[in-house]
């Protein structure tokens, strides 16, 4: 799933810079079709990406910086 997919990118950052200062949320993406011909499978597409993708980021970034769960 999609958190295994975050935990997998912050272990990678941790093994290769050896510390997570700070996150960044800068997800989306983009469909080319306006909001009213979007599928509903396509619109949450992009609420997960947008909105799940930045929850599941900052929480992961605040278990690793020491933020209480």
Do not use: H, P
Not at 25 to 46: F, I, L, P, Q, Y
């Amino acid at each position: 799933g999609k958190q295994e997919e975050v935990e997998e990118l912050f272990k990678y950052g941790l093994e290769s810079l050896g510390r997570v200062d700070i996150v960044v949320n800068n997800a989306g993406m983009n469909r080319d079709v306006s909001v009213d011909k979007m599928t509903g499978e396509e619109w949450e597409e992009v609420i997960d990406v947008k909105l799940r993708g930045s929850l599941l980021c900052r929480e992961e970034g605040g278990k690793i910086m020491g933020e209480k769960e």
